[in-house]
């Protein structure tokens, strides 16, 4: 019986590579619960949801990383955020019909953003790069390969009801006598199809496409879904627009909403609490963190 909501970890013993798979079912429905999208938005959503969950997990840090494809297409901007705590977050933003087709067909021309927060108050990293290849898969392996010197391969599938993606990539720290190994094991990748792939347990999914090969198996760890909103962070947002601003937004409405894109959270904030805001930041400035 397949596990739901599981991401499996696993090593080549005798080749300098590693492998990953994700499985997403209550995480995935979770999203599609607060948004209706259009099944070419929800496919390509899904892709990256496993995606990113893939790539958090080759990471060692304790913060986030977030996938941004941004596009002039009729797809405009979709958001996945994965944590260190294997939680994941994401939205889509369309305009129109959007038809089936290729990543470019659905995006047009546009930009893949990869960013990693270390967290700890360590230095962000942002790499961005024009979207290459005719999906996602693709367009991620050319990132990693070209900005991270990693040759890395994706598969990745998703549906109405559940989203799955399957990572190997290339270690650069460890020499091999078996020097057929990285192309040896893409080849056999490259039969999994994504009905196995949104289907079959992972174990099964291994033991499928290397059961001549060596591994190595880690216990598995579990994948959920969760917004990092919270009012205390939306306050934070209004008081960084400053007080004018957003007294003169209550001049002309009652009282501000704001609304989350990712959990669709209402957070409603009065006159009275506005006050609160503003007599809380004079009362506790914030420290400047910038290093001169």
């Known amino acids: 019986?397949?596990?739901?909501?599981?991401?499996?970890?696993?090593?080549?013993?005798?080749?300098?590579?590693?492998?990953?798979?994700?499985?997403?079912?209550?995480?995935?429905?979770?999203?599609?619960?607060?948004?209706?999208?259009?099944?070419?938005?929800?496919?390509?959503?899904?892709?990256?949801?496993?995606?990113?969950?893939?790539?958090?997990?080759?990471?060692?840090?304790?913060?986030?990383?977030?996938?941004?494809?941004?596009?002039?297409?009729?797809?405009?901007?979709?958001?996945?955020?994965?944590?260190?705590?294997?939680?994941?977050?994401?939205?889509?933003?369309?305009?129109?019909?959007?038809?089936?087709?290729?990543?470019?067909?659905?995006?047009?021309?546009?930009?893949?953003?990869?960013?990693?927060?270390?967290?700890?108050?360590?230095?962000?990293?942002?790499?961005?790069?024009?979207?290459?290849?005719?999906?996602?898969?693709?367009?991620?392996?050319?990132?990693?390969?070209?900005?991270?010197?990693?040759?890395?391969?994706m598969w990745l599938a998703a549906d109405g009801e559940q989203a799955a993606g399957m990572l190997l990539q290339r270690l650069p720290e460890r020499e091999s006598e078996d020097k057929d190994a990285w192309d040896r094991v893409c080849h056999l990748g490259a039969t999994l199809s994504s009905e196995e792939l949104l289907t079959l347990p992972a174990e099964q999914i291994i033991h499928r496409l290397f059961h001549e090969e060596d591994l190595r198996l880690f216990d598995k760890e579990g994948v959920s879904f969760s917004c990092a909103c919270s009012r205390d962070r939306v306050a934070k947002m209004l008081r960084t627009l400053g007080s004018e601003e957003v007294h003169s937004i209550l001049e002309e409405e009652p009282g501000i909403t704001v609304d989350c894109e990712f959990c669709r959270q209402r957070y409603s904030f009065d006159s009275v609490d506005v006050e609160q805001i503003f007599a809380a930041s004079e009362a506790s400035p914030e420290v400047s963190t910038t290093r001169h």
Do not use: C
């Open 1 to 153: 019986m397949r596990m739901k909501d599981i991401l499996q970890r696993f090593l080549f013993e005798n080749a300098p590579i590693r492998g990953e798979l994700v499985h997403l079912d209550e995480t995935w429905k979770a999203v599609l619960a607060r948004h209706e999208y259009p099944a070419p938005v929800r496919s390509l959503l899904g892709e990256m949801m496993a995606a990113s969950a893939l790539l958090s997990a080759t990471l060692k840090y304790d913060g986030s990383i977030t996938l941004q494809v941004q596009g002039d297409g009729p797809i405009s901007l979709i958001v996945v955020e994965a944590t260190s705590d294997k939680t994941l977050r994401g939205m889509a933003q369309w305009q129109g019909e959007v038809a089936e087709g290729d990543l470019q067909g659905r995006v047009g021309s546009g930009r893949l953003i990869i960013t990693i927060d270390p967290g700890a108050g360590s230095e962000r990293y942002q790499g961005v790069v024009e979207l290459q290849g005719a999906s996602l898969a693709d367009a991620l392996d050319d990132y990693l390969e070209r900005s991270e010197q990693l040759p890395t391969r």
